[in-house]
């Protein structure tokens, strides 16, 4: 489907998660002196405006990032990465994963980017040439299948679709599969909103089953309004990074504080 427009909830409490351990994976990735790859099925735009009407409107970046960004020192890799979107694209600028990934990822490093609405891939297109990204106007999970083992082979995969498609839910762990058979050495990260109702729950269920060795990092927090039906975020990682585990643990303490 390509009604979903992440602007509306850029920077809220989902997106601290998941860039943070995003941010983090990618910072020690790159320690080493080696090229890496790194890939995403559903890219959004790449840059959002929390000062635009629709971020308003939701109030979730006032509920997210705004309320938290203290959470992170300014050598956490993700506040290096918000800074510097900032400091190139104004004080109300967000980046979402494509833009972080391509401020803590180096010039020997590859980016391959997957968006089929035609507004958010235009934008995605202005917004990540600065990086040398290759964005791509097809179906990420085919487009992942494809390119998977990538050149360089090391690197990182993010699967992080709206679901508004409900059959992502079934078809995820079957995909993930997949590549990873296809990509034994590969860092594949997978978002999931938790809703009021656990439809993420079988999903979860059977990518435990199926990748016992992966990192689960499940967060909770009050709705951002009343009626909104999302109040939590999870991550999955197969092949993390050490040090993402802590990371995750250290996130799950903050999020169990917030009232």
Same mark, same amino acid.
């Given at each position: 489907m390509?009604s979903y427009?992440?602007?509306?909830?850029?920077?809220?409490?989902?997106?601290?998660?998941?860039?943070?351990?995003?941010?983090?994976?990618?910072d020690?990735?790159t320690r080493?002196?080696k090229?890496?790859?790194?890939?995403?099925?559903h890219?959004?735009?790449?840059?959002?405006?929390?000062?635009?009407a629709?971020a308003?409107?939701?109030?979730?970046?006032?509920?997210?990032?705004?309320?938290?960004a203290?959470?992170?020192?300014?050598?956490?890799?993700y506040a290096?990465?918000?800074a510097?979107?900032?400091a190139?694209?104004?004080?109300s600028?967000y980046p979402?994963?494509?833009?972080i990934?391509?401020?803590?990822l180096?010039?020997?490093?590859?980016i391959h980017?997957?968006e089929?609405?035609?507004q958010e891939?235009?934008?995605?297109d202005y917004?990540?040439a600065p990086?040398?990204?290759?964005v791509?106007?097809?179906?990420?999970?085919?487009k992942a299948? #494809?390119?998977?083992?990538p050149? +360089?082979? $090391?690197?990182?995969?993010?699967?992080?679709p !709206?679901?508004? *498609?409900?059959?992502?839910?079934e078809?995820?762990?079957?995909?993930?599969?997949?590549?990873?058979?296809?990509w034994?050495v590969?860092?594949?990260?997978?978002?999931?909103p938790?809703?009021v109702?656990?439809?993420?729950?079988?999903?979860?269920?059977?990518?435990?089953a199926q990748h016992p060795?992966?990192?689960? #990092?499940e967060?909770?927090?009050p +709705?951002? $309004?009343?009626?909104h039906?999302m109040?939590g !975020?999870?991550? *999955?990682?197969?092949n993390?990074?050490?040090?993402?585990?802590?990371?995750?643990?250290?996130l799950?303490r903050?999020?169990a504080?917030?009232?």
């Amino acid at each position: 489907m390509l009604s979903y427009q992440h602007l509306y909830h850029a920077g809220n409490l989902a997106d601290v998660h998941k860039h943070a351990l995003l941010a983090v994976a990618l910072d020690y990735m790159t320690r080493k002196d080696k090229p890496l790859t790194y890939l995403e099925t559903h890219a959004g735009r790449g840059l959002y405006d929390l000062s635009a009407a629709e971020a308003v409107k939701t109030g979730e970046a006032a509920q997210g990032i705004a309320r938290v960004a203290s959470w992170f020192t300014p050598d956490h890799p993700y506040a290096r990465a918000l800074a510097a979107t900032r400091a190139e694209r104004g004080p109300s600028a967000y980046p979402g994963s494509p833009l972080i990934a391509g401020h803590l990822l180096r010039e020997s490093d590859t980016i391959h980017l997957c968006e089929l609405h035609p507004q958010e891939r235009a934008a995605l297109d202005y917004a990540t040439a600065p990086f040398g990204a290759h964005v791509y106007a097809e179906d990420g999970f085919a487009k992942a299948l #494809s390119l998977c083992p990538p050149t +360089p082979r $090391r690197g990182m995969l993010l699967i992080d679709p !709206s679901y508004e *498609v409900k059959s992502d839910y079934e078809t995820i762990p079957r995909v993930i599969g997949q590549i990873a058979r296809k990509w034994n050495v590969g860092v594949i990260a997978l978002w999931y909103p938790v809703l009021v109702g656990g439809l993420h729950g079988p999903m979860v269920a059977s990518l435990r089953a199926q990748h016992p060795e992966a990192l689960f #990092s499940e967060v909770r927090f009050p +709705p951002a $309004r009343e009626g909104h039906r999302m109040v939590g !975020s999870g991550m *999955v990682v197969i092949n993390p990074p050490w040090g993402l585990a802590e990371e995750a643990t250290r996130l799950s303490r903050l999020f169990a504080a917030l009232r």
